[in-house]
């Protein structure tokens, strides 16, 4: 290949104030936890150091409060080689902040306070056009205003540009939004809240998903966490497998796994070998604590791919 593969992601940053605890407190309870950390995250964020250790030319559209939690994540992006050209600030607000608790068994509640991420405006968009128009991917998510979202797709679909919508946190989509969508990267309970309609089997999800299609989005890869991925296109139904690895932290598989789908489309792989890299990253990504600093390394995935 002659040149890297070009990613733009606009999308969140959250700085993550994650603590373990034995069980899920209930409401009104104080139980003791710990060990504490704090690092990079929010969807956007995450995919974005995704997409870079794996591999891409990633730049990044995302709004920072004037904070030292925005200093920690400019210089953070900076480093993992994200370009900083529209890494935006702004007084108004704080950072966007996530806190996480997490179980003995990984699983996860997250409280997200958005501050700036909210602020990141259609008119921030068309500072970066350039970044999307040149493109060979655009990866966005819903932790940002949604007429955002749309500008940027709209402006990504009028230039060629591959879109992948992971619809996180998960609400309900426009049909022109969605005819604007070459992949869209749900899992099970977003499937549910985008098409409105029931997932509770495999069976179901392939419903809810051809529905999708039916509403205009050109192909539909339902994550099924450990299970691996459901691909779901015109052409029909195929299942990709997950990988079997020891669980530490779930936060950020959904995060490593849309990143990984993003490179390996911008890098022109057919779709299901597209979601097997995904699943690989996401696999990884799930054995670390973390989420932006837990990402995985293409040749770590290429390894565990061969392996």
Do not use: C
């Not at 993550?16 to 060990?35: A, C, H, N, Q």
């Not at 591959?162 to 992949?183: H, I, Q």
């Not at 985008?194 to 039916?214: N, Y």
């Amino acid at each position: 290949m002659n040149k890297r593969p070009r990613v733009t992601v606009v999308g969140s940053f959250n700085t993550d104030l994650v603590s373990r605890t034995p069980r899920m407190p209930v409401p009104g309870e104080t139980i003791l936890g710990g060990p504490f950390h704090m690092g990079p995250g929010g969807k956007g964020a995450n995919q974005a150091v995704a997409a870079a250790r794996l591999g891409a030319d990633v730049t990044m559209v995302v709004k920072l409060g004037q904070d030292i939690f925005g200093d920690q994540a400019e210089a953070n992006m900076i480093k993992e080689g994200i370009r900083p050209g529209f890494i935006f600030r702004s007084a108004e607000t704080h950072t966007g902040a996530a806190l996480i608790m997490l179980d003995a068994q990984g699983e996860n509640m997250i409280v997200v306070a958005a501050g700036a991420n909210n602020l990141l405006s259609p008119e921030d968009v068309d500072k970066a056009e350039e970044a999307i128009r040149q493109a060979d991917v655009l990866l966005v998510q819903l932790e940002i205003p949604q007429e955002t979202v749309a500008r940027a797709i709209q402006m990504a679909r009028e230039s060629g540009v591959k879109v992948l919508l992971n619809p996180a946190p998960g609400r309900e989509l426009s049909g022109e939004l969605l005819g604007m969508v070459d992949v869209l990267t749900p899992n099970e309970t977003e499937t549910q809240i985008v098409s409105g309609l029931p997932v509770t089997d495999l069976k179901e999800a392939q419903i809810a998903a051809r529905q999708l299609l039916d509403r205009g989005v050109g192909a539909v890869v339902v994550t099924l966490g450990a299970q691996g991925a459901l691909v779901v296109t015109p052409a029909g139904v195929e299942h990709v497998p997950g990988l079997q690895v020891d669980v530490v932290d779930t936060t950020g598989a959904g995060d490593a796994f849309s990143g990984a789908l993003a490179v390996a489309l911008a890098e022109g792989m057919e779709l299901a070998q597209a979601v097997a890299l995904a699943n690989a990253a996401a696999a990884l990504q799930v054995t670390k604590i973390g989420t932006a600093s837990a990402m995985p390394y293409r040749d770590d995935v290429d390894k565990l791919m061969a392996d």
